[in-house]
């Protein structure tokens, strides 16, 4: 079993329409979490980053944690074709610590 | 905000030869560098972890003699493929975590995509 599972997608939504991204996790131990966007060909930019349960908010993005249900949701609202992205969940044990990443979702906005 | 660069951002070499990738921070330091492997349509793993003055730590099924890390600086860490072979082919991404800890978070570099024929 994957310390950090996520469905690979793709996902395909009209623009305008709410996007739900999610992961599981089996471990823990794991403190702080983060969702991250990559483009193709690109390096991970940090989106949303949070320390243990609750939600966090950021303009179009919302991100909350259960660590009751080890798991984590990233919403994106309004979503616009420059969101078609691969989205990647992560999370750690500590804020030095590594960082264990989920598959990550391909995610497109249809026009 | 903090910067990571990478350099080269793309390498083919032939088989055999080696190629080093250099990952800075522009503006911090970073004690701790990270260096990741991502496969096509793959999430990113973790090769080693990279402290400045000290040997790097690899993950498990890594090999060290095949994939130097050197962080002789607080701002440059640098990773060579020896002998590299086609499946070493991959994309390489770096990361940087503060010194200063102005964030917890670790700073991504853009990656360098890494062809061996």
């Known amino acids: 079993q994957k310390e950090v599972e996520q469905d690979p997608g793709p996902l395909s939504v009209p623009e305008g329409a709410i996007v739900s991204l999610n992961c599981t996790y089996s471990?823990?131990?794991?403190?702080?979490f983060m969702w991250y966007r990559q483009y193709s060909r690109k390096g991970p930019e940090l989106l949303m980053y949070?320390?243990?349960?609750g939600n966090k908010e950021d303009g179009r993005f919302t991100a909350q944690v259960d660590k009751s249900s080890k798991y984590i949701s990233l919403f994106i609202r309004d979503s616009q074709p420059s969101d078609s992205a691969t989205y990647l969940c992560?999370?750690?044990?500590?804020?030095?610590?590594?960082?264990?990443f989920g598959s990550g979702t391909r995610l497109s906005i249809r026009p | 905000g903090a910067v990571v660069s990478q350099h080269p951002s793309r390498v083919i070499c032939k088989s055999g030869t080696s190629v080093k990738i250099e990952c800075r921070s522009l503006?911090?330091?970073?004690?701790?560098m990270f260096w990741y492997r991502q496969f096509p349509k793959q999430s990113l793993m973790l090769m080693a972890t990279?402290?400045?003055?000290?040997?790097?730590?690899?993950e498990q099924g890594v090999e060290k003699d095949k994939f130097l890390i050197n962080h002789a600086s607080l701002t440059l860490s640098t990773l060579t493929v020896t002998s590299a072979h086609p499946e070493d082919s991959s994309f390489y991404i770096c990361?940087?975590?503060?010194?200063?800890?102005?964030?917890?978070?670790?700073?991504f570099g853009p990656g360098t995509r890494l062809t061996v024929l």
């Open positions: 990361s940087a975590l503060p010194r200063d800890r102005r964030t917890d978070t670790q700073y």
């Open positions: 471990n823990s131990a794991f403190q702080y």
């Open positions: 949070t320390y243990s349960s």
């Open positions: 992560a999370m750690s044990k500590g804020s030095a610590s590594k960082i264990i």
């Open positions: 503006d911090f330091q970073a004690t701790t």
């Open positions: 990279s402290n400045e003055g000290s040997k790097a730590t690899y």
